[in-house]
């Protein structure tokens, strides 16, 4: 099958507390490497007709600064959790200039967190200038935007359902511990994925580098990235140098051509 050309950015790397961590001043948080400056994990995805984000953190109007990004056409959402939803309101910017309102990709779970903290922009009668946005809910089956057919993934975050995206041959999963057969199977067959490895100490919740690996070995993708990552994983230099062959660590700024 051919699949559209695609331009993936990392918008950001770091886990929820972003790195550096305030208040901490560990090697890694005060390293000088810009590779060691997280900003909460996103990604934007581009093909030639089409712009889309994953997740709206809480870094979400400075990472379109800073990469001069003046449209998107929609965001996708993989969870609830504040470090993927709390940016959503300024998506004001683009409704501005557009004239247009957002369309959003959600799941049940993430749907009702967004109707509850971003009530305002639900209302019947709402205030000037409040968020405007269309909010379709999906599932794990295909969808398409524009020209791009994306399929949702579902992952677990411990016991939350998370959704992980395929575009193409690329993949983009975050925040999670454990995949189902279902979901490696939808994973099995890209050219690259992106995974969370979030430090080399076993998580509740979240791969650990060692588990990330494991993971990537396994479906056999021959190009990985690591992404959501804390300052206890260590230097970018240090970790990227002891990675295997076809496996790196994300960074802020990273972009990919698939």
Not at 20 to 29: D, H, K, T
Not at 95 to 109: E, I, V
Not at 111 to 131: K, S, T, W
């Amino acid at each position: 099958m051919a699949y559209p050309s695609l331009n993936i950015s990392f918008l950001g790397t770091g886990t929820s507390s972003g790195v550096p961590m305030i208040g901490c001043n560990c090697e890694v948080c005060s390293s000088p490497d810009f590779k060691d400056n997280r900003l909460r994990s996103s990604i934007m995805v581009k093909s030639a007709d089409t712009t889309l984000v994953v997740d709206t953190t809480p870094d979400f109007r400075y990472q379109m600064l800073r990469t001069q990004t003046g449209h998107v056409d929609g965001i996708l959402f993989t969870h609830p959790h504040k470090d993927h939803i709390a940016g959503l309101d300024d998506i004001r910017a683009f409704n501005f200039f557009s004239r247009q309102p957002m369309q959003l990709y959600a799941n049940y779970l993430t749907e009702e967190a967004l109707r509850r903290d971003y009530y305002y922009a639900f209302a019947e009668n709402r205030y000037p200038g409040v968020p405007e946005i269309q909010l379709n809910q999906i599932d794990d089956k295909p969808f398409q935007v524009r020209d791009l057919l994306i399929i949702p993934i579902e992952v677990w975050h411990l016991k939350m359902p998370v959704l992980g995206f395929r575009f193409g041959n690329f993949t983009y999963i975050t925040d999670a511990n454990r995949l189902d057969e279902d979901a490696k199977s939808k994973v099995r067959g890209s050219e690259v994925m992106v995974v969370n490895a979030l430090r080399k100490e076993k998580h509740i919740s979240h791969f650990n580098l060692e588990e990330a690996i494991a993971l990537v070995q396994e479906l056999e993708v021959p190009r990985a990235y690591f992404t959501h990552i804390s300052h206890q994983l260590g230097l970018h230099s240090v970790v990227e140098a002891s990675l295997p062959s076809g496996i790196h660590l994300a960074y802020d700024g990273l972009t990919l051509s698939i």
